[in-house]
């Protein structure tokens, strides 16, 4: 058992909220699998196996997942349906609203689902469980319309509406990853609403792909796309100690294309990037077009290897571009979760380096499970601190670097 986990399970003493349910939507199959082995291993390890532990009705089953599903008439209408009893249950609804790879037949035509489709069967599995639970808690990583935070003129605010219709549904916990604004959360100010960020599994994902990263201010540096992302690549820079640059994007705005303003021009304001590895750091890639523009930036002022971190890769306009700035040596790597849909094309992709948020999902439910506090899991500072010490010793140990 690693030290996080024996420090984790040492004061796992309190009784559960409830017997652990887990509501793996369409989309989340192998999410939902992963985790549920993730706590039915923890479940079974000597050291933590006490009576304290799980006490409560449902912790003999063989697994936490519940039988769910939302069939479809061929109108497209659908409704949600809970096949096994949930009374009494703390209940965890995993559901990845970007899952267009599920469809389903309307007037006999397949119709990919869309994040209004998800975030529709989401509402009716909490309407199927009919207040029957003992707690209901959403675990989203991708925050549904997340992207439509703010009013800018006569607009819609559909995250803000999409949080407050499941909080009037009984929803008691809401965890999503890198919303794009956190602060959309005080549309539901007196509920309990977790913004996680994957920095630590990017980080290790990062390191053992590659075993000569240089992480020290003459040989990387973070860069941040836009102002936007600034918060996420402080974060990074100050982690690792490196310098950090970043550029301004110039944007048309007296014109729209596919709903965005066209980017004029990359402004850059930072240090001297001339030789050294940059690491750039957003919440999503969803067309791509940025990041590869960006990456074409980089190269013209003679940076070396290239990292995009991204929480999310949709890569809406394919894998084309990227592929090719693989192949002409301008990105080595882009380094995304499992936290939405991706692609076997993607996950095969050369330069694709995938992070695993099974185990950090189960160790965020495993908690709220026991009613203990999220600190110590939403702030990684002191492991990523450790994961760059072993990483250099590594290195040190295997000649890479000297002493």
Known sequence: MNSFLTEWTKDLKTLPVGPLGIIAMAGCEEMGEKVNAWLKKWHNLQEIQDRDFYTLPGADHDTFLINTYCPRFGTGEAKGVVRESVRGYDIYIIVDVCAYNKTYKMYGKEVPMSPDDHFSDLKRIIAAIGGKAKRVN???????SSRQHRRTSRESLDCAMGLQELV?????????????????????PLSSFENVMPTYQTMKALCR???????????????????????????????????????????????IVNGRNPIVAHEYIGADMEGKDVIVVDDMIASGDS????AYELKKRKA??????????FFTNGLDAFNKAYEDGVIS???STNLTYRTPELRQA??????????????????????????????????????????????????????
């Open 304 to 313: 070396n290897r290239i990292f995009a971190v991204a929480t999310f890769a």
């Open 209 to 255: 792909k590659y075993d000569d990263l240089h992480l020290d201010p003459e040989h990387m540096m973070v860069v941040s796309p836009d102002e936007g992302a600034m918060g996420r690549n402080i974060y990074y820079s100050s982690m690792l100690q490196l310098e950090l640059g970043m550029f301004y994007k110039r944007r048309d705005y007296t014109t």
């Open 333 to 335: 790597g882009v380094i």
């Open 138 to 144: 959403v675990i989203m990583p991708m925050l549904y």
């Open 168 to 188: 009037n549904m009984g929803v008691d916990n809401i965890i999503t990853f890198d919303a794009h604004d956190p602060r959309v959360q005080n549309a539901i």
């Open 291 to 294: 990041m590869i523009d960006l």
């Open 350 to 403: 050369p330069w694709f380096i995938e992070a695993d948020m099974s185990k950090y999902i189960s160790y965020i439910i495993a908690t709220l499970n026991h009613d203990r506090s999220l600190h110590d899991l939403l702030a990684p500072a002191d492991r990523i601190q450790k994961l760059i010490g072993n990483y250099k010793q590594m290195q040190l140990d295997n000649g890479i670097l000297k002493g």
